[in-house]
């Protein structure tokens, strides 16, 4: 059985920092990625990595202030997120899928529980 689990949410102020990490079991992965969603609203990429840990990909909305990483031993992927700001307020999901690298929910196999994350101005 495969699974994911999120950690390390909370409430920050405004131009704050939060580390999310990802536990992954039951297999590995060719990329894992993080997705949000805000109240309201749909389901949106942040950034993703392949099992090589290069290029990694960025939406342009976190682009500078977020860092994806991953360390293959402990089957984790980690996004250290920086200068936070209120719209970045949402709950963020970890996934994890075989092929490639994917900016698109829909290519993804597996998901976490998600972890809230809330930045206040």
């Known amino acids: 059985q495969v699974q994911l689990e999120e950690s390390g949410g909370g409430l920050v102020q405004a131009g704050g920092s939060l580390r999310l990490s990802c536990a992954a079991s039951?297999?590995?992965?060719?990329?894992m990625g993080w997705f949000r969603q805000a109240l309201g609203k749909e389901r949106e990429f942040v950034a993703f990595?392949?099992?090589?840990?290069?290029?990694?990909v960025y939406a342009a909305s976190v682009k500078g202030r977020f860092t994806i990483s991953r360390d293959n031993a402990k089957n984790s992927v980690y996004l250290q997120m920086n200068n936070l700001k209120p719209e970045d307020t949402a709950i963020y999901y970890c996934a994890a899928e075989v092929g490639y690298g994917s900016s698109w929910a829909g290519d993804y196999d597996y998901w976490g529980q998600g972890t809230q994350v809330t930045v206040s101005s």
């Open positions: 039951g297999r590995t992965f060719g990329s």
């Open positions: 990595i392949k099992w090589s840990g290069g290029s990694p």
